[in-house]
């Protein structure tokens, strides 16, 4: 399974969305986006779920499992008949 840091990081620059650009819209330095996109720390909770929101992704938690799991938000549109 991709780490959620790898996957966030590819469609970061998949939206063609800079770490300093980033940064500014979590109100954090450029060097916490670099340090989380290379996994040496988590952001907290809610500047994690900013940053997946940022890219077009929501962010799941099981609450009996230590697993989070991302989904990018297009798969939880409705599709039209």
Do not use: C, W
Request: glycine share 4%; hydrophobic share 35%.
């Amino acid at each position: 399974m991709t780490k959620i840091n790898e996957e966030l990081k590819k469609q970061r620059k998949k939206a063609k969305i800079s770490q300093g650009e980033m940064a500014e819209r979590l109100k954090v330095s450029r060097s916490t986006i670099y340090r989380f996109e290379h996994g040496t720390m988590d952001l907290p909770s809610a500047k994690l779920i900013a940053y997946a929101n940022s890219v077009g992704y929501l962010i799941f938690a099981r609450p009996l499992n230590s697993e989070v799991e991302i989904m990018p938000i297009e798969i939880l549109k409705p599709t039209k008949k």
